[in-house]
T-cell receptor
């Protein structure tokens, strides 16, 4: 069966510091991968998606970037964090029955 | 753009049935989903329905789809305190490849013991 791992679970970083959040998927090959941000425990905003190694599409202009160095690895990065980058970040993959999105457990990022 | 709407809150007593409703605007929706999110956790796929179906039942969960009215509902029978969570309705017009999924803002279900 497929599993998705996302880490760290929580992160507190100062403004201006770099960021690296990692996500890996097991049990499937060539998955479509996604980074979402969830604001105030409700609305989900798609940040990036990837249909293959090195292929990244950005949905909204922002202070963040994404990379996919390996088939089942997706990384969310920033060179300099802003206060507005605080939020709950969710990684997901899609495929399988119903073509549904399957989410990781999320990373709670607090920028201070 | 496409839109998915849900009411924000629902409160039910333990043992009663819960019905969470959702309306959407995308007439080309292919799959519609229900997700559950517990505090501090990611979204868990509960069930999905293909657009050519009217109903799908999975244990305590029943999904009803009225494609004409673009209305989706999730019924939870014999609601338990462990069902307290936020429930998201979502839809996609895609049947493969990159999934452009539109999510509702979620319905917070409170189960009163």
């Amino acid at each position: 069966s497929q599993t998705i791992h996302q880490w760290p679970a929580t992160l507190v970083q100062p403004v201006g510091s770099p960021l690296s959040l990692e996500c890996t998927v097991e049990g499937t090959s060539n998955p479509n991968l996604y980074w979402y941000r969830q604001a105030a425990g409700r609305g989900l905003q798609l940040l990036f998606y990837s249909v293959g190694i090195g292929q990244i599409s950005s949905e909204v202009p922002q202070n963040l970037s994404a990379s996919r160095p390996q088939d089942r690895q997706f990384i969310l990065s920033s060179k300099k964090l802003l206060l507005s980058d605080s939020g709950f970040y969710l990684c997901a993959w899609s495929g399988g029955e119903g073509m549904a999105l399957h989410f990781g457990n999320g990373t709670r990022l607090t920028v201070t | 753009g496409e839109d998915v709407e849900q009411s924000l809150f629902l409160s039910v007593r333990e043992g009663d049935s819960s019905v969470i409703n959702c309306t959407y605007t995308d007439s080309s929706s292919t799959y519609l989903y229900w997700y559950k999110q517990e505090p501090g956790a990611g979204l868990q796929l509960l069930t999905y329905i293909f657009s050519n179906m009217d109903m799908k039942q999975d244990q305590r969960l029943t999904v009803l789809l009225n494609k004409k009215d673009k209305h989706l509902s999730l019924r939870i029978a014999d609601t338990q305190t462990g069902d307290s969570a936020i429930y998201f309705c979502a839809e996609t017009p895609n049947s493969g490849g990159y999934q452009k999924v539109t999510f509702g803002t979620g319905t917070k279900l409170q189960v009163i013991p």
